[in-house]
């Protein structure tokens, strides 16, 4: 009988531990790329911070106009888990003290990342958020007003 349970147990770990292993595998990868992206909107702010520093430089600028001037690299500005080519953040706000610190900076559409986006916010911390909860958050800022 402890035969039986013994081989029913090594079937089960052959048959299922490869599905659990790839699954694993692709979850673990694309918590890899949420981390890359992160530190690509650090670089965003920090370009969008020497580009505001500069004289002359008002408003938002495209993010390929930083990347005229040096102050990024395209690979900078395309989110590792995005299926196109081109820019994938978007940018709201300049960083600069005379808006809040929970102002939003910059974003990648929630399509690049299943199930939320990487936020970063003018005080420099990223949250990855829901959609539920980035609406959530702008309702709340809305009401506020």
């Known amino acids: 009988m402890a035969i039986i349970g013994l081989v029913c ?3 089960g770990v052959v048959v299922i531990g490869p599905f659990v292993a790839v699954y694993l ?4 990868l694309e ?4 981390l890359r992206c992160a530190g690509q909107l650090h670089a965003i702010r920090n370009a969008l911070l020497i580009y505001g520093s500069q004289a002359g430089n008002d408003g938002l600028p495209a993010l390929d106009n930083l990347i005229a001037q040096g102050l990024l690299k395209r690979v900078d500005v395309t989110c590792p888990s995005a299926t196109s080519e081109g820019s994938h953040y978007l940018i ?5 003290a005379d808006i809040p610190d929970s102002a939003v900076i910059a974003h990648e559409p929630f399509a690049n990342h299943h199930g939320g986006t990487n936020v970063l916010f003018n005080d420099g911390h990223i949250t990855f958020m829901t959609a539920k909860q980035f609406q959530e958050r702008d309702k709340s800022l ?4």
């Open 25 to 28: 595998g692709s979850r673990t």
């Open 142 to 145: 809305a009401d506020e007003r």
């Open 9 to 11: 147990s090594l079937v």
């Open 92 to 96: 709201a706000n300049m960083p600069t």
């Open 31 to 34: 918590l890899n790329r949420r």
